[in-house]
């Protein structure tokens, strides 16, 4: 049987979305892009039922892309051209690749992935895109960089407007500028740009394709519609649960630190398992892991298997560029994502879920790689314990005792107690202190006198303590440095340094 697939993907989505540095102005971005991939707006747009009826035509929507099928080439040649000529037309500057093919098989898993194929293929080979500039006389908006009367002034569809309000705490007000979300000059001016991406969602559809290649293509297509739309209902509940989670800690009193003007944490893109939102700086940690927890509590409808995540938190002061800090949290989730496959049994991650992040002081540099050489001592160990396992399967948590999530959250809660607050300069002339290495290190914590401090700190957390050694008041070791499962030497007390004001844990989140 013959079918004609089409395939339509926004290209260089996150350009678009964080070409301004107005929180706003991201927001809606992102929005249209949602808008203009939708099955409504493409009824909308052609409203024509002899070249596009959204129940016929639709194959599955999901991970950035839709797919659809037409009788004809001429058919679907002609939807291309009208949608994408539509979509320029109403937003200039949106880029869109499509490619239509035809085949001649009852797999539609091996059509599938041969059409995405084709359109990596097509996006790699493209050399150049043009768009009417500036003629050098125009107003140019400082923020943009482009020209005022170029640019557009449009809205949030109301589609995407209806979804952001659904997503949103109703007794809250939606932040519009990063200034909205809680921070103030005086205590902390840092936002968190936070990126959460599934484990392993290519080679579950893969076990979908293997699993169903004897199903009719009717049948087939219900599945992966249905596996994908309950991917998005999924992730959008796990953010929901998110909020509830904060709302809580903001009713009970635990974030009264923030200049809580209007809800401290706002949703960007939410396509997916593809997610983005900021937050006040001190709780977008927290706020990751409590995503990633509450998603972790989901099943998917259609092929019974739960999900896990990885989630990058780039920290940075509100004035920060937000495309760079988009960028940062994507290259962190990248690497919280190798962690996890370096622990996973299949490497896959698939039953690993670990953050990882960044708190970024002022220096701009282009790759995780060059801000990671910062964190090597001088003795060749390294400061950073990151990532950090939110959740894994036993066998793994067995394997890597030390860089889990939890053990940091207790640690910084204990430096962060006012019971060992009296020493907090020296605290922090320590996390300088221990790029200098090892015996350094130890030398100064035993001159400051601060290794009860970092005794009371390491207790209960790290099996180098013993709390029958304490109870006895027998002699203890304290070690600044532990070996992680890799077999590297790493700072076990520096992450909890550094984050200490730009951390608010949770009081209500699960452990």
């Known amino acids: 049987m013959e079918h004609i697939l089409t395939m339509l993907e926004v290209s260089q989505k996150q350009s678009y979305i964080f070409s301004s540095n107005k929180l706003k102005d991201n927001i809606t971005n992102s929005a249209v892009i949602a808008w203009i991939m939708s099955p409504e ?16 035509n639709l194959v599955y929507s999901g991970g950035g892309h839709i797919v659809l099928e037409f009788k004809e080439t001429a058919q679907a040649v002609e939807f291309v051209k009208r949608v994408t000529y539509q979509i320029h037309k109403d937003y200039a500057g949106i880029d869109v690749f499509a490619v239509v093919e035809p085949y001649d098989s009852d797999n539609l898993g091996e059509c599938l992935k041969d059409l995405t194929d084709k359109l990596e293929l097509k996006k790699s080979r493209r ?16 923020t943009t960089l482009k020209p005022e009367c170029c640019e557009n002034k449009c809205e949030m569809p109301k589609q995407e407007e209806k979804t952001d309000r659904e997503l949103s705490p109703q007794d809250y007000e939606r932040a519009m500028k990063f200034e909205d979300l809680g921070g103030s000059r005086n205590e902390s001016n840092f936002i968190a740009v936070v990126h959460i991406d599934g484990n ?45 989670e904060v709302c809580k800690n ?29 937050t006040e700086g001190r709780i977008g940690i927290e706020c990751a892991v409590s995503f990633i ?55 896959t991650g698939r039953d690993i879920s670990a953050i990882d992040w960044h708190i970024e002081f002022g220096e701009i540099k282009d790759t995780l790689e060059e801000i990671r050489q910062d964190y090597q001592t001088l003795d060749g160990k390294r400061m950073e314990l990151r990532p950090y396992i939110v959740s894994a399967s036993d066998k ?54 601060l290794d009860e401090i970092a005794l009371e700190g390491y207790q209960g957390i790290y099996k180098e303590v013993s709390t029958d050694k304490i109870a006895s008041g027998q002699g203890l070791e304290r070690k600044l440095f532990v070996r992680t499962q890799d077999n590297v030497e790493r700072a076990a007390i520096f992450d909890a340094l550094e984050a200490w004001d730009t951390y608010i844990g949770f009081e209500e989140a699960e452990q």
């Open 41 to 56: 707006y493409f009824q909308k747009t052609v409203n024509d039922e002899k070249i596009f009826d959204m129940e016929k």
């Open 127 to 142: 050399l150049a895109a043009f768009h009417q500039g500036t003629f050098g006389v125009e107003k140019i908006n400082s």
């Open 200 to 244: 392993a969602m290519g080679k579950r559809v893969e076990a979908l394709y293997t699993q169903n290649k004897n199903a009719s293509w009717e049948d087939y297509k219900k599945k992966l519609r249905n596996f994908s739309s309950s991917i998005d209902s999924d992730f959008k509940e796990a953010y929901r649960d998110m909020t509830d």
């Open 250 to 278: 903001i009713e009970n009193g635990n974030l009264k630190t923030l200049n809580i003007k209007k809800f401290p944490v706002r949703r960007i893109i939410t396509a997916g398992d593809d997610i983005c939102f900021v």
């Open 293 to 347: 927890r509450a998603l972790g509590k989901k099943i998917n409808s259609e092929d019974k298997t739960g999900y896990a995540a990885c989630g990058g938190i780039a920290v940075v002061h509100q004035k920060y560029p937000f495309y760079k800090a988009y960028e940062l949290a994507e290259m962190l989730c990248s690497n919280a994502k190798k962690f996890g496959a370096s622990l996973s049994e299949d490497g």
């Open 396 to 449: 793994i948590m067995k394997k890597e005792t030390i860089r889990r999530y939890e053990n940091f959250k207790k640690l910084i809660l204990a430096i962060q107690d006012e019971k060992i607050a009296y020493a907090r300069g020296k605290m922090k002339e320590l996390r300088t202190v221990l790029k200098e290495g090892e015996t350094a290190s130890a030398s100064f914590t035993k001159f400051n006198k």
